[in-house]
């Protein structure tokens, strides 16, 4: 059955991972904003809908008047990789040593790398203007490189590189997060680090959170694409996910790839597995990343 699946998902897949790999204005950054036609046939179910609303007016424009946050791209050394590699590091207004401030670890899609989030969806714009108006809490948000191999660029067949999204788990905990522990001022109990990403970073965030209940304390799968691993092995013991502060799921309602989201849904539903449950009117695109992240950061951390 599994295996069934499997094929199935891969023969929808197929003409989006043709067109990747034949067309070179396809590849790599840049591509990203562009409505995707990843997977098969949507049928939405009776609780496929909003959480929330369309975000209000000016929610993703930068204002002047207000404290901005700084954002920096710095290298690492990774144990697990063996190269320097690099991470976008949004520090929050009025950032300072003398305060510890909880982490949001970001990860992007199988076409981008470490500057996806940015382009995608200006995360600093969108916490600047929340923490303005009281609406969230100080954070850092981390947006990391989840392709975990030595040529980490988005180039080429972007899906023969699938595989290092899944050994980026090990650079996760090995090397980035005690990176980001010692060279900033941050919280580092589990409730104080959050685990969010789009599609294949959607699939790792719940792979790797939800293995890790002891690390993180706040998950969420945007629009989670086949990498991400079946409920009963996502969570072999559902009611273990219960102290997490928050479990996150949120797709398109247009996006293909909206079965895998509604097969961990209706497992967390069918286990009472208390979680949060977004489809917006959006396919596989920047618009619903965005707005997914817009509301996810408002729950984080408080
Ligand atoms: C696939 C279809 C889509 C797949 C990955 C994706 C690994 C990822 C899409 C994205 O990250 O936007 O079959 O297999």
Same mark, same amino acid.
Not at 79 to 93: A, D, I, L
Not at 152 to 161: P, Q, T, Y
């Given at each position: 059955?599994?295996?069934?699946?499997?094929?199935?998902?891969?023969?929808?897949?197929?003409?989006?991972?043709?067109?990747?790999?034949?067309?070179?204005?396809?590849?790599?950054?840049?591509?990203?904003?562009?409505?995707?036609?990843?997977?098969?046939?949507?049928?939405?179910?009776?609780?496929? !809908?909003?959480?929330?609303?369309?975000?209000?007016?000016?929610?993703?424009?930068?204002?002047?008047?207000?404290?901005?946050?700084?954002?920096?791209?710095?290298?690492?050394?990774?144990?697990?990789?063996?190269?320097?590699?690099?991470? $976008?590091?949004?520090?929050?207004?009025?950032?300072?040593?003398?305060?510890?401030?909880?982490?949001?670890?970001?990860?992007?899609?199988?076409?981008?790398?470490?500057?996806?989030?940015?382009?995608?969806?200006?995360?600093?714009?969108?916490?600047?203007?929340?923490?303005?108006?009281? !609406?969230?809490?100080?954070?850092?948000?981390?947006?990391?490189?989840?392709?975990?191999?030595?040529?980490?660029?988005?180039?080429?067949?972007?899906?023969?590189?699938?595989?290092?999204?899944?050994?980026?788990?090990?650079?996760?905990?090995?090397?980035?997060?005690?990176?980001?522990?010692?060279?900033?001022?941050?919280?580092?109990?589990? $409730?104080?680090?959050?685990?969010?990403?789009?599609?294949?970073?959607?699939? /790792?965030?719940?792979?790797?959170?939800?293995?890790?209940?002891?690390?993180?304390?706040?998950?969420?799968?945007?629009?989670?694409?086949?990498?991400?691993?079946?409920?009963?092995?996502?969570?072999?013991?559902?009611?273990?996910?219960? $102290?997490?502060?928050?479990?996150?799921?949120?797709?398109?309602?247009?996006?293909?790839?909206?079965?895998?989201? $509604?097969?961990?849904?209706?497992?967390?539903?069918?286990?009472?597995?208390?979680?949060?449950?977004?489809?917006?009117?959006?396919?596989?695109?920047?618009?619903?990343?965005?707005?997914?992240?817009?509301?996810?950061? /408002? !729950?984080?951390? !408080?």
């Amino acid at each position: 059955m599994k295996t069934l699946i499997l094929l199935l998902i891969l023969t929808w897949a197929w003409p989006a991972v043709a067109q990747n790999s034949n067309a070179p204005s396809e590849r790599g950054a840049g591509r990203r904003g562009e409505p995707r036609r990843f997977g098969g046939p949507i049928e939405l179910k009776e609780d496929d !809908k909003p959480a929330f609303p369309v975000p209000p007016a000016g929610w993703d424009v930068r204002r002047e008047g207000i404290p901005h946050g700084k954002l920096e791209m710095i290298e690492y050394n990774s144990k697990t990789v063996g190269t320097k590699r690099k991470m $976008q590091v949004y520090t929050p207004p009025g950032y300072t040593k003398e305060t510890k401030y909880p982490v949001l670890y970001l990860l992007h899609g199988i076409g981008g790398d470490e500057t996806e989030w940015q382009r995608l969806a200006t995360p600093n714009v969108l916490l600047d203007n929340l923490m303005a108006d009281g !609406k969230a809490v100080p954070m850092i948000i981390v947006m990391p490189n989840g392709r975990a191999q030595k040529n980490d660029r988005a180039e080429g067949d972007i899906f023969a590189s699938a595989h290092a999204f899944a050994t980026f788990e090990r650079d996760l905990l090995d090397d980035v997060i005690p990176v980001i522990e010692s060279s900033y001022s941050t919280r580092t109990n589990r $409730q104080d680090r959050a685990l969010a990403g789009l599609s294949m970073g959607g699939g /790792q965030s719940l792979n790797f959170g939800l293995a890790h209940l002891g690390t993180f304390g706040w998950v969420g799968g945007f629009s989670s694409a086949p990498n991400t691993k079946p409920p009963t092995e996502l969570l072999p013991k559902p009611e273990a996910a219960k $102290q997490l502060k928050l479990l996150w799921l949120s797709c398109g309602n247009q996006d293909g790839l909206i079965p895998i989201s $509604q097969g961990v849904h209706a497992y967390l539903k069918e286990h009472d597995v208390p979680h949060v449950w977004h489809v917006a009117s959006h396919g596989h695109d920047a618009a619903e990343w965005k707005q997914a992240l817009y509301y996810f950061v /408002q !729950k984080l951390f !408080k």
